[in-house]
């Protein structure tokens, strides 16, 4: 360990945590959980309080280099005041407002000639609303998108035309000026098998191989986003496969879910990486060159009721970890903890030759 340690903040930061283990970092921070298998890969607290809490720790921690994790991209007010304390690593509040604006999204992707959804900012412009779906501006994991016809308050979305097809998403390291793929994945989507409700995200399965041509495709679409709001580092773009198209729905400024997914399938540490990027450190190879064959999968568990976690799932969770070569249960809670319906209770892992 090379005796720096990086600051992560977010909802959730056990798999950036890992991340930053692999590549020798040693790590702190706060998110929601404080789930016992990230408590052991640092020294890490659970904000009771989102995400001002976050900002808390944040100003009584020592300087030190930080990043963010998901759902802090939609509050760039709190990415400014952390990072006049801590040297961010990352999309600064600037930059993050314009990705995150669906309008300037739209706008960057149609006048460059890629498909794109269209959006409206007032429900009164969208036709057919069985069409559309009513998304929050401050959404992270799909949470809270409903189709537009669905009752509910207009305050605080946008609308987004709706393509039916493959959700998937593409990684990306935007580094000296340009932006590199570093793998596609399919997305779990509203599973109901996984307790999710319509439209939230509920894991990834991959690497997804595609042809040169279509590669070629997504990549253009991160070299204009990356150009367009001058990112850099890791970023993602969620997206929909269909019509032989690549439908672009959003882009995830950070280190994101299904990056965990290619760093399972041999891709380097996407931490470092992200540091490499941002501090404009060369690379030593082509990042999707250690991709190997063997397809992994994960899988967020959500309560379909109250549920309490007690000895004997710590100790089922444990026991599989302890049998395998490789993780099989993540974002494990702790003893005694009461998960509410709806809210997720573990990540379960899986791989397969296809």
Known sequence: MN???????????????????????ACHGADLFADVDTIVLGKFERAMEYPRGLLKFAEQAPPSRWMYTGGLENYP???ESVSQRHELLGIGG????????????????????LSVPEVAMNPNDVAEKQHWLRKPLRGSGGMHVALADHPGSSRGC?????????????????????????????????????G??????????????????FEALIEKIGIAVTDAFALTGLFGIDGVIADDQFWPVEVNPRYTSSIEILERAGLPSAVDLHVRACTQQPLSTSPRQSLQDIVHGKAVVFANSEVGIGTSFEQFTQQHNAASTTLQFADIPQRGESIEAGHPIATVFAQGRD
Not at 3 to 25: H, K, N, P, T, Y
Not at 95 to 112: C, E, F, G, I, K
């Open 77 to 79: 007010e709190l990415v």
């Open 158 to 194: 946008y609308y987004q035309r709706f393509v039916e097809g493959q959700p998937a998403a593409a990684a990306f390291l935007a580094h000296a000026g340009g932006a590199i793929l570093l793998g596609i994945t399919h997305q779990f989507v509203g599973q109901p098998w996984t």
């Open 196 to 213: 999710a409700r319509p439209f939230q995200y509920a894991g990834s399965i991959g690497p997804v191989s595609l042809s040169a041509k």
């Open 3 to 25: 005796g720096e340690s990086i600051m992560l903040l977010g909802a959730s930061v056990r798999a950036a945590a890992r991340s930053c283990r692999q590549a020798g970092f």
């Open 94 to 113: 600037e930059s993050l407002r314009r990705v995150r604006d669906p309008l300037q999204l739209y706008d960057v992707l149609s006048t460059a000639k």
